[in-house]
Every structure is written in C-alpha cells, then in structure tokens.
C-alpha cells in the first residue's frame, strides 16, 4: 500500500515536471536577463525601447489589452506577413515566446 | 616692462579665475548617442577622448542629429519626439522641445537656419528655426489615399528643399522652403510598396528611397523631377526565398565609387552593387547576415557594413576595387553604428552590449581603443556639418 502511494506520488510529481516544462514553463533566469534585453533593444528597433512603438505599433498593456498570450505568441513565433514583423521561431523557443507574449500582457519595467 | 608683465599676469590670473577654457575649435569634435539613459557623449578624434556629457535628452532609443553650420550646435532628433540642442563647447543642452509622439529623424536646411523633424506620431514634417527652436512649418503626411502616413528618409537638397517619404502611403514628397511660411510640396504617388528609409547622393542629385515590400529602390532625379519617380534594381532577388529581416536596413551616408553604387539588399545576406550611369543591377556580393548600414570611406576605397540581430555582433569590410570582403571583425554584440574620421584613417564602432566604443585603424585594423559609453548607438562627428543630406 505504502509502495503504491511513493508511485503514485511519484507519477503525479513527474507529469507535473513534463506538463509545467511543456506548458507556462519558465525560461533559466539568466536566459529571462536575455530575453528581456532582446524585447528591450532588439524588439526595441521597431517598437521602441520603451515599447511605445515606432516602425512597428505599440507594445504597451493597453495597446495588447484584448490580445491573448497564444494570439501574441503566434505573431511573434510567425510573424505578420505582409508587414515588417519577422518570425522569432527559429531563433527562439516555444517556451520563451510564450514567456515574452506574458511579460508584454503584464507590462515591462522600462 | 615690470609693468606690462604684471599687467599680463594679472591678466591671466583673471581669466584663470574666472574659468576661461582654452580656445578650441570644433572640427575634430563629435557625439555618441547613450540609447538606454536619454544622454549623449561629446567627444574628439584627434586623441579619442570623451570630453562631456549630456543628459535630460529623452528616449534616445532610435535618435540621430545633425549640426549647425557654425558645427558647434548639434541638433538631435529622440523617439518620443523631441527635438535638442546640445552646445558641444560647452556640453550643455541648450534648448528642448517635444514636438510630436514620435520622431524619427531630421535634417538641417541648405543655409543652415531650418531643421526639419520627420514624425511618426502625427505622421508628418515639422519644421522649427534652428536659433529659437520655434515651429515655422507644419507639413502633415496625408496620402493620396486620404491616410496620415509615417515619415521617413528626411534629407535636405539643395534649393532650400527637404524630400521625404511616406511609409504607409508609398509616396515621395520634395518641399520647397524658399518661403518659409508657404511651403512649395511636390508629390510623388505610388513610388513602391513601403519605402522604409533612404539617401540622397552628396552632390544633393539623386534622391533613393528603399522598398520593405518589394525588391528594389526608388530614384527621383532632383535635377529633373518632372521625369518624375523611377524604380531601379527591380526584382533583384526574383524567385528566391527572403530571410528574415530582424532590424529595418539604413539607408543613411552614400556608399558610391567610381560608377558603382552599394545599397542593402532586404530579406537577403547581400550587398548590392548597382551602376550609376544606368542604375542597373551591377552584382551581389555575399556578405555574414542582413546588412544594416554600408558605410564608404570618406575615399571610397572601403565599404564598412553592420549587421541585424542575430548577426549583430560582426563588421564586414568590403574591398571596392576587388567587390569582395577581405575582413571580418567582432567587436562584440550590439554592433549599431560606424562612423569614419573625416579622411577615413579611423572608425568609431559602438559596440551597444558591452557599453563600449571601439576606434580601429581603416588601414591595418588594428584595434587602436576603446572608449566607456554606456549603451552607444548613434556616432555622429561634426564633419558632418558640411554635407548635402547629413
């Protein structure tokens, strides 16, 4: 009984590993320093530093409000054909746009 | 004569009291733009030092400037709209206005007493008097399709004009400012899809706007425009697939030779080659990712190009008589901008990741040093003062 318990306990911890890493998981801290960063300056090319827009709209929470985080991931892992927006996919993971895509909702400290 | 050194010495102990500098000229003088802290940094490039700062400029984040003819006021042009003017002798801001929601860049009038703004937020050109900094022209960038449009590829040309484009209407506009309260605006429709920036040539003749949302370039010959716009390098990549492009090319300075002309290719790893006689397609030369700027040595002998995130960390150098590259460097992530000393024996790097700006000898590329700036971006020497469309 006591050793179906560990397995059970065991199963539940190990599908909460895979599914958190699959889904909401959270990129290493220091890869969050970089990919701040490149929403700040590289993203920040377009749509300014602060985000206020520019080349490209605003990414401000206001301006997102409405825009849910799989609608924002897809732009930014495919792009906006027809408009300046590149693809991100092959340069960075599912999870770190779904990631960026939160942090944009949420608003960036300047 | 004890009198008179007394006299001398009383005299320099005055104006040693009173904090005279030296006499200096500005010549030699130049500023780097501290994209992240809204400060920019003077500095000189006849022993590369940094001699002031500046700061209270606003989001610098996309900013460039241009200089009074006198070269000692540099005007400078930020993201969220404002328009400064820095004192380089004395390192001071001088004056502030936020004109508009959003700028992004601006030129200075053939005889030096207007500076136009090119704005995003409301989509147009303002111009100001460069001595008060007071507005003396308004032009909104309404399209033929009725729809403000953002502006961009400002530059002066000769006869007191300022030619810009407009992004989202595709159009061409040449301002006459010969009277300043009635601007003279020539219009120039469907010119391509999307120009994103452009340049004119330093004899202020051919204006050349680049495309985002097609294959080529638009030219509009000053000395004709009744010819009107023509599009040149047409198709230059037809059938081929386009890379993605992760920071809008420059357009900024003119890369010419001889009869050769160096553009960016958009969605491609290239440099291309055009002739200026024809404005045909010359050749491609195959370069380490999407080029942002392609600078000429001010003997044109050298092209240096810059490259998009995620190349952003290697310079280029193309030999022009060759057309092929024969260095490749890395100064470091966050390569922005380069700028030559006015003859081209060095160039200012800014390395923006690692809060550094690097000199290197054109010559042998040797690293000569670096300078502490913080985020750097922009570098803009004050030879500038004197160029058509700089």
Known sequence: MRAMRIFFAFSVLSFLAVTSAAWGGQPQPLRQQALIHLLKHDCGSCHGLTLKGGLGPPLTPEALSGKSAEMLADTIAYGLPATAMPPWQGLLSREEIFWLAERLREGVAP | ?390
């Open chain 2, 1 to 390: 004569m004890m009198k008179k050194l007394a006299l001398s010495l009383s005299l320099s102990l005055l104006s040693l009291s009173m904090g005279c500098t030296p006499l200096r000229g500005v010549g030699d003088m130049g500023l780097v733009v501290e994209r992240a802290s809204g400060s920019i940094r003077v500095i000189e490039t006849t022993t590369n030092t940094i001699l002031s700062r500046t700061e209270g400029l606003g989001d610098l984040s996309h900013a460039s400037a241009v200089y009074s003819r006198d070269g000692r006021y540099a005007f400078l042009f930020g993201r969220d709209g404002g328009l400064s003017k820095v004192d380089l002798l004395t390192g001071k801001r001088v004056q502030r206005v936020v004109q508009a929601g959003n700028s992004i860049g601006g030129a200075i009038s053939q005889d030096g007493r207007l500076v136009a703004v090119s704005n995003y937020t409301p989509g147009g050109v303002r111009i100001f008097d460069t001595s008060s900094l007071a507005l003396v022209a308004d032009i909104p960038a309404i399209g033929s399709d009725g729809k403000t449009s953002k502006v961009v590829g400002l530059v002066d040309a000769p006869g007191q004009q300022f030619v810009f484009s407009l992004f989202d209407a595709g159009e061409i506009w040449l301002a006459d400012l010969t009277e300043v309260d009635r601007p003279k605006i020539t219009r120039f429709t469907q010119v391509g899809d999307k120009p994103y920036d452009a340049l004119i040539t330093p004899n202020g003749r051919f204006y050349i706007a680049g495309l985002f949302g097609e294959d080529g370039l638009s030219l509009l010959d000053l000395w004709h425009p009744e010819k009107g716009v023509r599009k040149i390098l047409q198709d230059y990549g037809k059938g081929e697939a386009k890379l993605p492009v992760y920071k809008m090319p420059h357009l900024e300075g003119w890369a010419v030779a001889g009869d050769l002309a160096f553009f960016p290719a958009v969605g491609r790893h290239e440099v291309l080659v055009a002739d200026t006689n024809t404005w045909k397609l010359k050749g491609r030369i195959p370069v380490h990712g999407q080029p942002v700027f392609v600078m000429s040595r001010p003997d044109d002998r050298q092209l240096w190009v810059n490259f998009a995130h995620p190349d952003n960390d290697t310079v280029q150098v193309i030999d022009v008589p060759s057309l092929a590259v024969v260095k490749t460097l890395q100064p470091g992530s966050g390569v922005m901008h380069m700028e030559f000393t006015p003859r081209g024996e060095h160039v200012w790097v800014s390395v923006r990741d690692a809060d550094r700006v690097d000199v290197y000898h054109t010559g042998t590329f040797e690293k000569l040093g670096s300078l502490e700036v913080e985020k750097p971006s922009g570098i803009f020497f004050g030879s500038r003062a004197h160029k058509i469309g700089l």
